[in-house]
């Protein structure tokens, strides 16, 4: 899963030596590593992004989860479960990533818990049928995929390197999702209508996680120029765009945009207006399941405390002995 | 207290250096291999694992590179391309 573009990006406005060098470094597309110089919003922005894209990967499991004692067959079960675990260990490689710009693990978890912290939007919907386990692989992955591939030439080190096995791992999610959606559209009626329903309630809310268009979006140069973002929110939206219509229409679905065309000219497919006044609402914490998301956090995390504080008494104490 | 904070590196096979592949908390070192067996190695990466305490680990501060790492840049002749072989004696 991913992190969308929602960081409110800071300007830069570091002119010193250190920071020219900083910039030179990266214009020549070298790597900055965790104890290197660099200019405090480049860290404030990097410690917001890649906590997000951690949050967004362990609130991600949760929809999903929710279907594992449900899988259809063993099969799709081992699947599931294995995939779920994938994101559960993402945001564990990029929790890590994080903690080495001097950030740590119980200040991000306090901010996910405490709803300071965004994770990605796409999480804050249900899902209602066994479709929409099928639909969040190929779409929510596909989407995640497309984002995540630039990532993996991020400018700093540790978040490209976590980026690189993250992407690693994602081209299974997708292709077990898309198999998922392949199975139900080659069944009955029901079955194919079950893929549809769960495409029309998916397909909006996917083209959202690319964040806002690229006109509303202030400072995406900053990001661009320290290479933290190599691509802007719409060009990834339309290579998303481009690459998913045709599979669908493979699939015999129908995509609920009655706008959506190919142009001829620009090879590109063309989609209808989206509402962005939906995604505002959705991350301002009034999206279907928001609250139910982090409740659920809330309690794993509460639930938990007493094996932490067990596994700690229990360090202390093998240390007091030896 | 914070659970404490292990970097994980992995042996891909025999032949080759355990490499770093990023950290886990756990509060000892046993619950430190298993989290890392969990979190790095989910499909066949490695055949044997490191854990170490990440404040024991002690390393070189980037900003004296130039002072560490910088003078052997002149020495040229540590590199065997330095050495002129003539071509008739072949390989050497």
Known sequence: ?????????????????????????IDDEQRIEPNDWMPDAYRRTLIRQISQHAHSEVVGMLPEGNWITRAPSLRRKAALLAKVQDEGGHGLYLYSAAE????????????????????????????????????????????????????????????????????????????????????????????????????????WPCLMMF?????????????????????????????????????????????????????????????GAIDWAEFRAVLAGNGPCNRERLEARRKAHADGAWVREAALAYAAKQRIAA | ???????????????????????????????????????YTRRGEGLSLWVVPSNEIVASDPADKDMLFEPTGSKIYRHPTFYAVPEEVGHM
């Open chain 1, 1 to 25: 899963m991913y992190s969308q573009a929602l960081n409110t990006e800071e300007a830069s406005s570091d002119i010193s030596p250190d920071a020219d060098r900083f910039q030179a470094c």
């Open chain 1, 100 to 203: 080495t710009l001097g950030v740590s693990r119980e200040d991000l978890q306090d901010q996910l818990l405490s709803g300071r912290a965004k994770y990605s939007s796409i999480f804050n919907y249900p899902t209602l049928s066994w479709a929409d386990i099928g639909t969040i692989g190929w779409l929510v992955d596909g989407a995640a995929i497309m984002n995540q591939i630039p990532l993996c030439r991020c400018s700093y080190g540790p978040y490209a390197r976590a980026m690189i096995r993250v992407c690693r791992e994602e081209s299974f999610h997708q292709r077990q999702g898309y198999e998922i959606m392949l199975t139900l559209c080659q069944g009955t009626t029901e079955q194919k209508a079950m893929a549809q329903d769960a495409l029309n309630r998916w397909w």
């Open chain 1, 211 to 271: 964040g806002p268009p690229d006109t509303d979006s202030q400072h995406s140069d900053t990001s661009m120029r320290w290479k933290i973002k190599r691509f802007t929110n719409d060009a990834l939206r339309q290579k998303f765009v481009d690459a998913t219509v045709p599979q669908g229409h493979f699939l015999g679905l129908n995509f609920p945009d009655p706008d959506l065309r190919l142009d001829d000219a620009s090879g590109h497919w063309q989609f």
């Open chain 2, 1 to 39: 207290m914070n659970t404490p904070l292990w970097e994980v590196f992995v042996r891909a096979r025999n032949g080759l250096a355990h490499k770093h592949v990023g950290s886990v908390h756990a509060a000892d070192a046993t619950m430190a291999v298993q989290a890392a067996r969990d979190v």
